[in-house]
């Protein structure tokens, strides 16, 4: 496990990997520095397939030990610190999952960078059916040009959710964030944005009491 501990962190966020790529994708590296920077402290983690360098993924199940096995570190990494939980896609998707069957010991809410709703190119919206177990607050970091979630489809399975759901879109960005070049936008604007969003958004949900 990988934690990043700023001077005086405003609360914890504990971050899974992607399917296909682990905790020190360049990605995940840059969103824990960007996050760092602005006072938030992050663990990143591997799940047992990743570890073992098998492709094919664990089940929720064995994804589940394994987030709360993270929780539970990041709990001794920052004593009384306030968390958040989630991660990129696959592991965003694992966490909220575990999050439905038992809620994850002191996380206050979830933040999905890029929530995979759907396999590309097959729109569908069973793989939401498990949030409507989750009773904290989620935030859904989202590309407007993300294959793996229609954004029509999202937009109504966060409107379902209702106040516990927030969605903010980055425009053109795909699954990975990424942006051409006629957005005008760099990738290091891109990401700053999505740290950004989740400083604002965890800021006032930290300072609440914990669910």
């Known amino acids: ?39 938030v402290a992050t663990l990143r983690y591997e799940f047992p397939y990743m570890e073992e360098h098998r492709s094919r993924t664990d089940s929720p199940t064995v994804c589940a030990v394994r987030i709360r096995e993270a929780i539970a570190r990041a709990h001794l990494e920052w004593p009384g610190l306030p968390l958040l939980a989630g991660g990129k896609s696959f592991g965003g998707r694992m966490t909220s999952m575990a999050q439905a069957q038992q809620p994850l010991d002191g996380v206050g809410g979830l933040v999905f960078l890029g929530f995979p709703l759907h396999p590309p190119g097959k729109p569908g919206v069973t793989r939401a059916e498990h949030l409507y177990q989750v009773q904290v607050p989620m935030l ?30 980055i425009e053109d960005g795909d699954h990975s964030f990424k942006v051409p070049k006629r957005s005008g936008r760099t990738a290091e604007e891109v990401l700053a944005e999505l740290a950004d969003r989740i400083v604002e958004w965890g800021i006032p949900l930290s300072a609440a009491p914990e669910p």
């Open 1 to 39: 496990m990988l934690a990043r501990t700023p001077s005086s962190p405003r609360f914890g966020y504990v971050l899974a990997h992607g399917a296909g790529a682990g905790m020190r994708h360049p990605f995940l590296e840059h969103i824990a520095q960007a996050l760092d920077e602005r006072g």
């Open 140 to 169: 859904f970091l989202q590309g407007s040009r993300d294959e793996f979630a229609q954004l029509d489809l999202l937009t109504g399975v966060c409107e379902k959710l209702g106040e516990r759901a927030t969605l903010q879109v």
